[in-house]
């Protein structure tokens, strides 16, 4: 009986979600090129491309959903919510691989993830969001940021668009810059590192970007 319940309390490690938990304790951040299969991303960029051909994005707004404004001067990118209960197949999918990470980390680590937004971002050539902290003054629930690319193929470093994040050491502040690779995932502490994105040069910079909250 004793070693019928030790199984059921055991689970297996996964190797992405532990190099997660290791690069995040290490430096704050992650980066992870193999989180989703191409195929996903595929469908992914796909299902991102429908919606936003018929028209559904708006336009961003600086702020939390309380006190929200549009600012072009601070950023340009088009966004869609995710819902979850009432999303495609695909971002069903999408869905259960991200619960299934927030479950290995509030297991491992005792996070204390209860909740998560995402939405779809398109940003257009010559758009760009300013350096920021993805946090606000009234809302501090936000615990890990979450970017994940739908470029194509095709889209290489001279295309701009990179997520710039600002490492503090004891040195004095670094500057990393990280190209939207398609199928690339880039996970980091949402009260900690500043960062921003970059102008975009050519074509549009397709992604999922998100946020795992605690209460």
């Known amino acids: 009986m004793e070693t019928q319940l030790f199984e059921q309390l055991q689970f297996t490690e996964n190797t992405v979600y532990e190099k997660v938990i290791s690069d995040i304790l290490d ?3 992650s980066i992870v090129d193999d989180f989703f299969d191409t195929s996903e991303i595929e469908e992914l960029r796909q299902s991102l491309k429908d919606v936003y ?3 559904c ?3 961003a707004a600086i702020g939390n959903r309380l006190n929200e404004e549009i600012d072009k001067s601070i950023r340009g990118d088009f966004i869609l919510w995710i819902n979850e209960a009432e999303g495609r197949a695909v971002e069903r999918r999408f869905f259960a691989k991200i619960n299934d990470l927030v479950a290995y980390l509030n297991r491992t680590c005792f996070l204390g993830i209860l909740q998560k937004e995402f939405h779809y971002a398109v940003y ?3 758009t760009f969001y300013k350096r920021h902290l993805d946090t606000f003054q009234n809302d501090d629930r936000r615990k890990l940021s979450m970017v994940c690319y739908l470029n ?3 889209w290489v470093a001279s295309n701009g668009g990179e997520l710039t994040l600002y490492l503090p050491s004891e040195a004095g502040e670094t500057a990393l810059d990280i190209i939207p690779k398609p ?7 949402s009260q900690v590192l500043e960062h921003e994105v970059k102008l975009v040069l050519v074509s549009e910079r397709l992604s999922i ?3 795992l909250k605690t209460r």
């Open 53 to 55: 051909e018929a028209d």
């Open 27 to 29: 430096k704050g951040y």
């Open 183 to 189: 199928g690339r995932m880039v996970i980091f502490e």
């Open 57 to 59: 994005f708006k336009k």
């Open 124 to 126: 257009p050539t010559g």
């Open 209 to 211: 970007t998100g946020w």
């Open 152 to 154: 194509d193929d095709s």
